[in-house]
């Protein structure tokens, strides 16, 4: 009960810091539309090319958007050293990564949800009809690169080279994210659409193997 | 306990193996007679370290209210303006905290250190950044703390107003305690011999 208390202020102060300066949101959604822009130009893709391509562009554009929106994730308790003043104040430090993964996940869904109609307009795309089988892989994936993320952000924020660290650590670890990502959103793009459960019960054995670790392992991540 | 000592003399370290955010790498820490963590856990700490450990891009209002709901304070909201009132900054209790002073910042965040009302406070060269008239209300605040039977463990630089409320001075030496004394003439000295 204290964990999720305590989970539910620290999400709050999470959003009301990010809605207020919106740094994360600004930077991450200007990011991803100059690379889907900058890819349309390179090639002028037909409809069956889109179709084959355009998953696996914009889930790499995503990860590596995501990789510039998790780097602030622990530097900036780092600061005024906010984090040591978090750990004083909850009993469970697995509460600080809680809140930090689901702001995480949520920042990058809204995103990802306003990043889909340029998507599908830019590359011929339709998506209306597969809206909701889509949330469910934007929600999954991006819940396991929060998790991932969140936790390596914890780790580079100590390191030297923190700025390098992150993507060098992040991107091989998700790769089989961005795999699976890749061909559930294949299928669902196919002229006759269908939900490839494999590649969907994967993404949910991931998110819960590393949320476990995360839970069992994460209060190491924090200390000094 | 008044700790003194020169720049890498183990002070602020000492103060963070107290306050359980660096595991110490021999040792025991105790707390009541009791150590490891049954001993820690059963003593509230409050610690004002060298970094203000309050968010800038919230109000001084915001941020105590946060840490009070974390630290599961009762009536949270009337906790808070008591104590934005003794720290006299009622006025600006809306404004973000990247706006203030260091002094003000300060205030803040040794509001923030009692806002559970800590049995043990831990202070890192508390008086740093504040105005001869901070260091008096900071030294009326240790002596109240300290009257009302709080432990006072703080690390200072040299003699001053705040070092005079010291009951107890040792001074630290690479890591171990090179003098340790209770009162008198030794008292000053260890504070003007850490500071020369």
């Known amino acids: ?224 | 306990m008044v700790f003194a000592g020169r720049n890498g003399s183990g002070k602020t370290t000492l103060l963070r193996v107290a306050a359980r955010l660096v595991r110490p790498s021999g040792g025991t820490l105790s707390f009541s007679g009791e150590a490891g963590s049954e001993g820690a856990d059963s003593v509230r700490l409050g610690l004002v370290a060298h970094a203000t450990m309050v968010y800038d891009e919230l109000s001084a209002e915001e941020n105590l209210l946060l840490f009070a709901r974390l630290q599961r304070t009762s009536q949270p909201e009337n906790h808070v303006k008591a104590l934005l009132q003794e720290v006299g900054l009622t006025d600006r209790r809306a404004s973000l905290v990247r706006t203030f002073s260091r002094g003000m910042r300060q205030r803040v965040a040794i509001a923030r250190a009692l806002l559970h009302e800590p049995a043990v406070l831990l202070l890192d060269e508390p008086a740093t950044g504040l105005d001869p008239h901070g260091v008096t209300w900071l030294a009326e605040t240790i002596r109240r703390l300290r009257d009302s039977g709080r432990t006072i463990l703080m690390s200072l630089h040299g003699e001053s107003e705040i070092s005079s409320l010291g009951t107890r001075a040792i001074r630290l030496d690479a890591g171990s305690i090179a003098a340790d004394t209770r009162t008198g003439a030794t008292f000053r000295s260890i504070l003007t011999f850490a500071d020369a």
């Open chain 1, 1 to 224: 009960m204290t964990l999720l208390s305590n989970t539910g202020v620290l999400l709050g102060k999470e959003l009301r810091t990010e809605f207020r300066s919106r740094e994360l949101l600004t930077t991450t959604f200007v990011f991803i539309l100059i690379v889907i822009v900058l890819f349309s130009f390179t090639f002028d893709p037909t409809s069956d090319e889109s179709r084959r391509f355009a998953p696996g562009l914009i889930w790499l554009a995503f990860l590596f958007a995501s990789s510039l929106m998790l780097q602030p994730c622990f530097l900036r308790e780092q600061h005024n050293d906010t984090l040591s003043a978090l750990r004083l104040s909850v009993s469970d430090p697995f509460a600080i990564f809680l809140a930090k993964l689901t702001a995480n996940t949520l920042f990058l869904l809204l995103t990802e949800l306003l990043l889909l109609p340029f998507f599908a307009t830019m590359y011929n795309v339709p998506v209306l009809g597969v809206l909701h089988w889509l949330l469910l892989v934007f929600f999954l994936a991006s819940l396991g690169i929060s998790i991932a993320g969140t936790a390596l952000s914890a780790i580079s924020a100590q390191a030297r080279m923190r700025e390098l660290l992150l993507p060098l650590l992040m991107l091989p670890l998700l790769t089989p994210i961005l795999v699976a990502s890749t061909e559930v959103t294949k299928a669902l793009f196919d002229r006759a659409p269908f939900v490839q459960w494999k590649g969907v019960g994967f993404l949910a054995v991931f998110d819960l193997v590393f949320l476990t670790a995360l839970w069992l392992f994460g209060e190491y991540l924090l200390e000094e």
